[in-house]
Each structure stands twice: as structure tokens, then as C-alpha cells.
DNA sequence: TATGAATGAGCTTTCATTCAT
DNA sequence: AATGAATGAAAGCTCATTCAT
């Protein structure tokens, strides 16, 4: 029969190449899966169960792709981070001065917050880590973190900044776009780039130099010179 | 002798306020090293037994001040709750247009979130409750929401904060104060009336209207209106 | 005043005989209340509290009138034994022959069977007891059943009642009786003396010999001369 | 080979039946070393480590069987009903008169009560079960009742029956029968069938209708009419 | 005599993880 | 690669019992 010759002549092994693509689909299926419950429901209350029945497979097949629970979740994690610099990465590598530089980053953290991975980062907690890939996510947080204090501090220094404390600044902008994660959702009244384009508005438009006055921002520029 | 004849006129029933207070105390310590965990370790990482050995008593012992471990997480919200509730009530109790209003609140509510209590309401995941008590918090976070929404759409319609979008305000107000819980420490460089003297004015620099000019604020006239 | 001077009169103690009096009143009613809800609920479902509560006193309290949970359990026991065997002890003394003091015996255990005392040996399970007590109980059961046996015996062999196997009679004796535990209650369309009636009649209908015939009769004879 | 060849055309699901009759095997035996257990040292004596430790399997293991204690319990009264109904089908398909049929009845009660799964039902208490799972229990108690009462209606229509109270002797009949369970032994003096056959000649031998005469039958064929 | 508080022992249940197939 | 079965560890909760007052 064809049919049978056909399939004869099929090599009998999957090709390399094909097989370790299935793989990786398929351990990209379990992270989403996984992030999917765990911002519903809370890491602990997730069981590797719901997880498996999620995707139509057994609680152990998931041992195939991850070591464990925790590991799933640092790839969470760690697929979330690498959204936040890649997009980070595009901003800082642009020309403009600092405020320009520092709404670039609102507008990419409030974008990449609005996808699960991304708003993974915040929502989930850390503590579940062991102390390992804890240190790795904290670390990825904190450059973040500096990412934001940078800019202000640069944008300070160029004086498309007034003065102001970097550090409680980068608190209160980096605050208001994790709280994004909160309450968004995808099909709800406001896009994500809606989001993206009032946050940056808003949280910069207090912070615009209006003229250069020698004043106030003699006050910070020591602290930004400190820091840079 | 004095003291047997002030002993005789003495109340029966100071005993038994003696017993209540200390019962009341040690219900108190129970929440307050409940709490105390909770944040450094979260609820579910979180043991029964862990939280009397931090007291000196043994597990079943908890069972005499709270029904069950849910309980004591519903204790916390609950007089997390009671701290947002009494300084909201102060503020908008106070005479001022919206704007200086909505300062107070900001005020207030980082204030109040420096505390463990506070800080509870924001950082403790209330999908661990019974669907009743996540009801409850629910509401209560809901009316901290309304509490700054109305004062945003006050000032506007009094004309103390420029036009904008009361919802998209608020979140970004509430997100960016809600981050305080994640990094202040009480004895860190930061005092909670620095940052909430701070954040007040950052939060609201922007909104201030600087005059009265028609185009834009009549964008967002209706809104306030509907929703006053 | 004279209230004063007549309670002044009266002796601080209450007498000795009307403490113990109190004190049995109380013993009593922990029993009985015990003994109500063990029926109702079963022995384990029934918590110290639970009975305790239903006297209007709290748990401890009950420590003053039993060593623990099994001596209230075999407080009930105990009670329901003195029933039957003060109700047996009256039949055995009558006059009659088998057959008859069958039918008292049958008469007597349905009438203390249908009081809570009395049910509770049947109906609460014996093996919650220590080995000792747990004895003591058997012991009495088996006294019981002896005592059913003994007339039958008796019956066969004075020609009262027709030829049969005392033990299995009576077990079947027994068990109808017991069964009543499980159906009977106070105010129920059966009154406890209709039944008792009824089961005296309906169970020896069968054993009563017809006519003094030589066959059957000789069959169980040896046993009832070696069993008597 | 016809060996190769015999298995190329076995069907591929012979492993799952293989699977699933060994997992029934094992739901059985936990089934069986549980109500062993049960009957012999309770429900609340018995421990879920007892029952594993009987089966060489550790308590968690338990589950993959059951939901939970409970639900071994109504799986031991579950196969306990199914006995009775199964035995008392044969029966009332049977041809014969009431008392025939009361006495097939009897017999088949006495076999089944000697089997553990038949001890079961009326010597475990429903009143560990949830409500519903209670309710299912007890109303196969109610058809068994009900099936004893019909024949005794049955047989005095019928005029093979004398005259009685056919709940009565419902009540005493079930009782005597079930009081079986509680000295039957299965290596005892007695066994089943001897049981059987003298409790279905004792209970019903002061019932069988001598002659018919109308004086106290009519007493309760209005009863029988009313009831059948 | 009675109480509030505390304890120790024990139980059922859950779940991540492992292993033989 | 995937499964069913089993396990170890641990958690929350209950309750009889004790003790200081």
C-alpha cells in the first residue's frame, strides 16, 4: 500500500533539529501554562497538576522539561527579565537627553509589565527562590531600578530635569508602573500603549525643567554627581 | 488601713477586665507576629508553629485567640484596613479644594502604609481568603480607590487640579504608593513623613492646574461630572 | 437588719449531706446529659465541650466529677447494667416455669431497653473501654445472656418449652430486643410496655411445646442438662 | 513466528485492562483490610496508617485509591448493599406465598449478615457519613426493611401468614438477624448456613397461619390492606 | 468548685518528587 | 517521552487532659 511505503521511507527517527524544536515548544507551552496559574491563583496554591492538566499531560511529564516547581518559575522570571532588558536596551542605545531617555523607559516598562512574563516580575514573589536564583532576579531588578535612577540623574545633569532625589523618584515612577500589573487587563477600556503614553506623560510632566534656575537643582546635583 | 478600705469599694469586675486585656494583648501579639512573618516570609511559607515558637507558645495554643489560620490573615487586613479608614476619614473631613485634599490623602495613605499593618492590606495576597473575607477587603480597598478618585474629580471641578483622567490617576497615584511597602524600611534613611511629604508633592506637581485654560480640561469635564 | 442576722444564723457550710446530695445531683447530670448526646452522636463525635456546654458549665468542670472521657462512658454503662440486672433479679424470683419466666425476662429487657440507660449497653460500642472496664461490661452481658439461656434451659426441661438450641434462642432473643435500641422512641406511636408485650408474645409463640412429645425434644435435652 | 505474529494482532489495550484490574484489585483490598479494621476496632480507632501498614503501602498511598477516609467508608457499605439487594432479587423473583418467600428473605438476610461487607452495614455507623452519602445508606436500609414488611403484607393477604403487626414484626425479625453480626464467627460452632436456615425456621414458626380462622386475623388485615 | 489558658499527641490531607515500566 | 503508583515531609486542626488561679 502507499501509505505504507510511504511511511517506510520516512527516515524512522525525527530529525534533530525538529525533535529539540518540539522540545523547546513544548517547554515554552509549561512556562506559560504555569505563569498563566501562577498570577491566577498564587504560586503556592498552583500544583504542578493543574499545570500538567492544563496542557493535557501528567504531573510527572513535567519533570521532562524543568527540574521542579521552583525551576519553572525562574524561568518565568527569567523570561520576564530578558523582555524588560531587551526593551530597556532599545531605549538607552537612542539618542535624547534624559527626560526623553527616562519617558523611553516608562513607555517600555509600562509595554512589557502589560504581558504576563512581563508582569510576572513583580507579581510573583521572589522569596519562593532559593537564595540562588533569588540573587539573580534581585539583581535583575535592581539594574532596572538603575536604569530609571540613571536617566534621571543623567537628565538632571543635562538639565532636562529639575532637581530632585533620583532614588525616591525612581520609587515613585517604578511603584506606579508595577501597579500596572494589577489592574490591567488585555481586553479591558485602556490598550497598553494608551497606558504606556499617559504613565510616561504623567510621571514626567512634574519633573520637566521648566527653565534652567540655578535654585532647587543645585540641591540634587551633588547626589546625581554621586551616583552616576 | 487605707489600701484594704479602697480594696473593698473596688469593683468586682476589674478581675475579669484583667482577663480581657490580657486576653486582648496576647490576641494582639498573636496578629502582630503573624503579620511579622507573613511579610518577611509570606503566608504560606508561613507556619502556625513558627508563628508560636516567635511567641513562646505551642501551636494549638493560637487556636484559643483565632479559629484557624485564615482568621489571623483576615485579622490583618482587617486592622489594615482600620488605619486606611480612620486617616482617610480625618483628611476628607478637613476644609480645602480637591487638590489639597487629594494631598492629604496621599499623605495618609503613605503614612499609614509604613507600617506593618499597612503595608498588609497591600502586600499580602488576598486570594488566600474565603471568598467572604476576600469580599470584604475587596471592598475596602475599593473604597481607598474611590476615596482618591473623588477628590480627583473634585479638583477638577473645582478647578484645583488640570484635567485628566480620574481612573488612570488614581492607579498610577495608588501603584506609586503602594510601592513604598516594598522598599521602606523603618529605619532606613527614608522617614515615612519624609516620603510622604515627598510623594505628595511629586504625585501632584503635575496636576495642579497652573490656570484656568478651557482646551483640555473640558476633555475630562463630563467624567467628573458622571462620576462625582 | 434582719436579712443580715438571719443569714448570719445560718451556718457558713452548707451541711455535709446536702453538698454530697449537690454533688451527686451534678455527677448524675453530666451522665445523663453524656449519655444523650453519646446516643445521639456517637462516643467519639461527642466532645467534652459539647457536654460540658450543654450543662451550662465549661470543660475542666467536668474533671471534678469524672477522672475523663471513658469513666463518663463507663458511668453509662454502669447505670444501664444496674437496670437490667435489678429488672432480671425481680423476674428470677417470681414463680413460674420457663416458658414464663421467659416472657419476664423478654418483658423486662424491652421496658429498660427502651430507656437511655438502658440502650446504651447495646448501642455504645464497648471496645472504646479499657481492657478493665471493658471486662466488667462483657461481664454483664454475658449475665444477661445467661440468664436468657438459663430459663430456656429451664423451660426445656421442666416441658414449658419445646425443643431448641438455648444458645442460638438466645441469640435471636437477644438481638430482637437489642434491635429495639435502634428504632424505639419515647413518644413514638409504640409505647414501650405495647412492645414488650408484643415481643414476649411474638418470640416464645414458636418455643412454647404444643403437646409433651417424646422426639424432638429428646434432641436438645442433653444440651440443656449440660448446659443448666 | 506465531509467536511474533499472535502478538502483532493482540489489541493494544490488553496492558490498560491488565492496569485497570490490578488497580481494582487494589482499590478491593484497601476496601477489605478497611472494613476488617473497622469492624474489628471501629471507624474512629482506625487510623489511615493501620490500613496502609495492612496492605504494606504507606498512607498517602491510600489516595490513589480513595478520596479520603470517608469515602472507604461508603465503598464498604456501598458493597455491603449491593450484597443484600442482589440476595433478596433472587428472592422476590422466586415463585411462592408470603411466608415462603418471608423465610427466603430470612435465609438470605442471615448468609449475607455473616460476610463481612453484609456485618458491615448494620454494624458501622452511618452517622460518620456525610449527609448525603447517609442518605444513600439508609435508604437501602429502608428497602430492605420494606422488603420484610411487603412479604409479612403479602403473607397475611395471602392467609399464609397469621394475623400481626407487620412493622412490629419487621422491627423484630431485623433485629434478631442483625444481632447475628455481632457473634457470628466464620470458624465458630455455627455456621452460616445452619444459621440461616434455624433463624428462618424460629422467626417464622409462630407466624405460619395454623388454620385459617377469621377471629384475630381481621385485626390486622385492615393494616395488611392498607399497607400492601 | 469552676475557669481560662495551654499542651501533647495524633489525625487527615496535600503535594512535590521519584521510580519502574 | 510519558505514565501510574508510591513516598516523605509537612501542614492545619482537634481534643482530652492538666494547671494556675
Redesign the pocket.
Known sequence: MEGAQAKAVEPPWIPFED?RRA?DQ?HDAVLRMALKLFLEQGYH?????EI?AGLN?????L??YF????EILVGCFSQGQDLYEASFAAVENDAGNGLKKLRGLIRAYASVIASDFGACVTRLDDRELSPDARAVVRGAKRRINAAFRQQITAGIADGSIKSCDPKLTTFLIAGALNGIGAWYRPNGALSAETIAEEFAARLTEGLAARQPTGGDRRKYRRVAARRA
Chains 1, 2, 3, 4 share one sequence.
Open positions: 525533535r522540545r513544548k496554591r498552583t500544583t504542578l497538576s500538567a499531560i501528567t504531573k510527572p511529564a519533570y521532562n527540574r521542579g516547581k521552583e
